[in-house]
């Protein structure tokens, strides 16, 4: 198969999205970058594929939430970071790379902030895909579905925001 699929998420804060269900169909794995808030979180995004996940600040760690993680995917290595422990990581989202710079991976992904962000430094991906979960700060929620095709080596970070107006509106920040 040319082209692997995968769920990027992070701060759903304790709430799956309906739309997460269909939005990440067929992928071959879900990384989550913290704040899951919740096992429950975790046990739906199960139904859908493999969850590999870190633990945010408002989590409650453990072995199934680690501070950091390193996972090996077809397209290479993938690091995990919430960010909260990296300083000023989340305002400079280079310093990810620096810190995870002895494990090689081709993609970082951390949260935090809310605030989509997707740019290579140094090679290497750093993304973080909005946070999931219900509104805060004014920020509209967001995830990606990241597509690679093992043909030409090419990533797509396909960015979804997530409406979660009762009226179905799109909210606006």
């Known amino acids: 198969m040319a082209i692997h699929e995968y769920g990027l998420i992070a701060?759903?804060?304790g709430?799956?999205?309906?739309?997460?269900?269909?939005?990440?169909?067929?992928?071959?794995?879900i990384f989550h970058a913290g704040d899951v808030c919740g096992e429950d979180v975790m046990t739906e995004l199960r139904t859908i594929a493999p969850?590999?996940?870190?633990?945010?600040?408002?989590?409650w760690g453990g072995d199934d939430l680690p501070n950091e993680r390193i996972e090996e995917t077809s397209f290479g290595k993938i690091a995990l970071s919430h960010g909260h422990l990296i300083p000023g990581s989340t305002s400079r989202p280079e310093k990810f790379v620096e810190h995870f710079a002895d494990q090689k991976p081709r993609i970082v992904l951390f949260g935090h902030s809310h605030i989509a962000y997707k740019r290579q430094h140094e090679g290497v991906w750093v993304a973080n895909p909005g946070a999931a979960g219900k509104p805060r700060f004014k920020i509209i929620p967001s995830l990606i579905r990241l597509r690679w095709n093992s043909e030409t080596d090419a990533f797509v970070f396909d960015q979804t925001t997530?409406?979660?107006?009762?009226?179905?509106?799109r909210i606006h920040g």
């Open 51 to 59: 969850v590999f996940a870190v633990a945010g600040n408002c989590d």
């Open 15 to 29: 709430h799956v999205h309906p739309r997460v269900f269909e939005l990440f169909d067929g992928v071959e794995a």
């Open 162 to 169: 997530l409406d979660w107006s009762p009226s179905g509106r």
């Open 11 to 13: 701060d759903t804060h």
